[in-house]
């Protein structure tokens, strides 16, 4: 699918000053960042930008301050990496609106770069209150959006300033969108979505839009319970989704051939790494144990399914994989994912943190950056980040 708006190609930017959301949101450890890929791949657009003479003026949230500033929640690890990548020094702002920041952007030279302050200091981000999107718009001649992680979130620095300035797409949401929605639209077949996590309610709309057009759903994680509870199998201590089990019920009666769940997973007492773990048939999971993970009998059927597919779309793990006792079914499906020939997406959040994991993210062809903005372009839903941008 072809992205229908229009991108940073199709503007002339030199000399604009360019206000660029970027998604910035990234995972930090005793102030030093722990994953920079949210960085990375917004450098593409950066770069383009600088490098056609714009003066580039980025823009992200990070974390949920609960308003006001707060040091913890501060974009300075991201300037400085921001500096390291690029090879020039990109100054942070000590706020992303009000006199100093209009001055300092005015002031900026073609090919500058500059990133202001966490938007989110200011409860009216997420509010997108239409004072504060004028305020971030001030000064600035075009917007690019190139934060697909939020584009499904409408607050003022993703949607407000879009309907302010001449708005458009950067590469990352435009890359997004092409295997994202070229996967759904128009697979190469067997076409085949695996889904885990925790519950079948956050799912259930992404099942829906996606069973018509797969050839193969694989069911893992903990929402598996809820379909084999609704199967009539007792699931001891395990998560169950009470209110989705005629859902379940549903979908396995109309989907017989298509719709794959565990025949095999691993149980253990309780949620631990030390306790004793066991592999049982899904008939037999003991009344005081809870299930953590895919078996290896069900991770084999999974495997092949995956790596013989024309095109594969994974969100949510298999099991617990943080503890190594139940990390082997989402390990597996990893591998599968890497050994498969065919066209490979991971959609953001916890699947994408598994594949880095294990080591096999450079093998795939596209790991998502949006956790929520890809599970609701899979649920079939437009998007306000990105349908407020001009279109082709």
């Known amino acids: 699918m072809a992205l229908n708006k229009k991108t940073v190609r199709d503007i002339d930017v030199y000399g604009e000053r360019v ?137 003022a620095s993703t949607e407000g300033v879009a309907h302010l300035l001449p708005a458009v797409a950067g590469f990352l949401i435009e890359k997004e969108i092409q295997y994202l929605g070229a996967a759904v639209d128009n697979p190469k077949r067997p076409f085949v979505a695996i889904l885990g996590g925790a519950k079948v309610a956050d799912k259930i709309k992404v099942i829906e839009h996606l069973l018509p057009k797969v050839d193969k759903l694989l069911i893992g994680g903990g929402m598996a319970f809820t379909f084999l509870k609704s199967q009539g199998h007792e699931i001891g201590k395990s998560l169950l989704d009470e209110g989705s089990l005629d859902f379940c019920r549903k979908v396995l009666a109309e989907n017989p051939d298509k719709l794959l769940v565990p025949t095999d997973v691993v149980v253990a007492p309780d949620f631990s790494e030390t306790g004793p773990v066991s592999i049982v048939d899904v008939s037999d999971i003991p009344s005081d144990h809870m299930g953590l993970d895919i078996g290896p009998e069900t991770s084999a059927v999974y495997r092949e399914v995956v790596r013989t597919a024309g095109t594969d779309v994974w969100n949510g793990p298999m099991g617990v994989f943080e503890m190594e006792s139940f990390a082997a079914g989402t390990r597996a499906l990893a591998e599968a994912m890497a050994d498969c020939p065919g066209i490979t997406i991971v959609g953001g959040g916890d699947s994408a943190a598994a594949i880095d994991k294990f080591g096999f993210a450079e093998k795939v062809t596209h790991v998502s950056t949006g956790g929520g903005a890809s599970l609701e372009f899979l649920e079939g839903i437009e998007l306000p980040g990105i349908a407020a941008l001009m279109d082709r």
């Not at 102030?31 to 003479?53: C, H, P, S, Y």
């Not at 990070?62 to 501060?74: A, C, I």
Request: aromatic letters at 6%.
């Open 19 to 155: 206000l660029v959301r970027c998604d910035f949101n990234v995972p930090l450890q005793d102030g030093q960042i722990t994953d920079d890929r949210r960085i990375t791949e917004a450098l593409q657009t950066i770069r383009f930008l600088k490098e056609n003479g714009a003066c580039v003026v980025l823009c992200s949230h990070l974390g949920r301050p609960k308003g006001g500033h707060d040091p913890q929640f501060s974009l300075e690890p991201v300037a400085v990496r921001l500096s390291e990548l690029l090879f020039k020094d990109v100054p942070l702002l000590p706020d992303c609106v009000g006199p100093v920041v209009e001055r300092e952007v005015e002031l900026m030279r073609s090919g500058e770069i500059i990133l202001l302050e966490n938007v989110r200091f200011h409860p009216e981000e997420e509010q997108n209150d239409p004072e504060f999107a004028a305020e971030l718009a001030k000064g600035k001649d075009i917007f690019v959006n190139d934060a697909f992680g939020t584009a499904h979130r409408a607050h």
